[in-house]
């Protein structure tokens, strides 16, 4: 049984409260476009509800206190061999652990539905993925200070364009040339990391047609303000006209271009590629674009192979123990 909040519930939050409450958040966040950031969204309302359940009262009676006790006030009882009460004892331990009991579970719950690297199961609420439906594949490349956007499915690549169908999964997978950076979208779900040399993911989807803005939320030099990019939200319909404009506008990426395309820009303006370098963003992962680098997966492989060559634990006696 889910304890993330049922639709009667999420109706019932005034939007009021959460904009009082949140006040430093931009407003996409807590009103977002995309199951997983709704998701997200309520997470960060009902772990603020439960938490003010402590604060709230705290600071009630914090002020009740020193109104009521104050020097002026000759009727306020004073009890100077006073000392312990089971009852007020119970109350302040027993009401922050159930809060924390409550936090620990919804955070438990949420950490594992709404894990990143986990398929969708969902375009949206009671809305589970028709069948047909294939997720598609978004390969993110984090640049200085700019993104390169590969679609492996169309043959295609952008830069600082994003564009996706709506109520369609969506399968990111992230990585960086360089420094570390963090990919966000907020009106589709929370940040994710981007190393060089490493791969991370995110499933999310968009459930409205619509331009959202993404940028890089990890400071990463000179240029990470302008580091920002816009995402599409399509119909169907639209979503093939966009790639069919990209076709018909793109020029080739050759191993020049990117090389060109690699170096260091500010404020860079949208662009379309067609006919990419094969296997190209597999070389930017691993680290090998260059001619005659050795990829890190081979050179990781290799590793491997002479570890398991030299293994002291093959079968034969060494130092007078037997390997099992």
């Known amino acids: 049984m889910s304890i993330l909040p049922s639709p009667s519930l999420k109706k019932a ?27 997200q969204a309520d997470l960060i309302i009902w772990a603020t509800i439960l938490m003010l359940l402590i604060v709230v009262p705290v600071i009630v009676m914090t002020l009740l206190f020193a109104w009521r006790y104050r020097s002026s006030n000759r009727d306020a009882t004073y009890s100077p061999d ?4 089971t009852k007020l004892e119970l109350v302040i331990w027993a009401a922050p652990l159930a809060i924390i009991i409550a936090l620990g579970a919804l955070t ?20 589970p993925i028709p069948e047909g439906v294939e997720t598609l594949v ?12 590969f679609y492996p499915e169309y043959g295609i690549a952008t830069v600082n364009e994003l564009a996706a169908p709506v109520d369609r999964p969506i ?43 993404g940028f890089s939320a990890n400071y990463s030099g000179a240029g990470f303000n302008g580091m920002r990019f816009t995402f599409l939200g399509k119909s169907e319909a639209k ?39 094969p296997e190209l963003y597999d070389k930017i992962l691993n680290r090998c674009v260059d001619p005659g680098t ?6 990781m492989a290799g590793h491997k192979g002479h570890a398991k060559k030299h ?3 093959d079968g034969h006696e060494h130092h007078g123990h037997k390997a099992h």
Request: a negative charge.
């Open 82 to 85: 006073w000392d312990h009460s």
């Open 171 to 213: 399968q990111f997978k992230i990585t960086a040339t360089t420094m570390m950076n963090s990919f966000y979208i907020p009106a589709l779900a929370g940040q994710i990391y981007a190393m060089g040399g490493m791969e991370t993911q995110l499933h999310a989807v968009i459930n409205e047609v619509g331009s959202y803005e």
């Open 138 to 149: 978004v390969e993110v490349v984090a640049m200085d200070w700019k993104w390169l956007f």
């Open 311 to 313: 293994s002291p634990f």
């Open 13 to 39: 939050l005034p939007l009021a409260a959460a904009a009082v409450l949140l006040p430093g958040c931009d407003w996409v966040v807590m009103s977002p476009s995309g199951d997983i950031a709704a998701q």
């Open 294 to 299: 050795m990829c890190m997966k081979d050179m």
């Open 239 to 277: 979503f093939d006209q966009w790639v069919a404009k990209v076709r018909s506008e793109g020029e080739a990426l050759s191993y020049e271009t990117y090389k060109a395309l690699e170096k260091p820009s500010e404020y860079h303006p949208v662009a379309y590629y067609t006919d990419i370098m």
């Open 108 to 127: 438990w719950v949420s950490t594992h539905k709404l894990d990143p690297y986990r398929p969708l199961e969902r375009i949206a609420e009671k809305q």
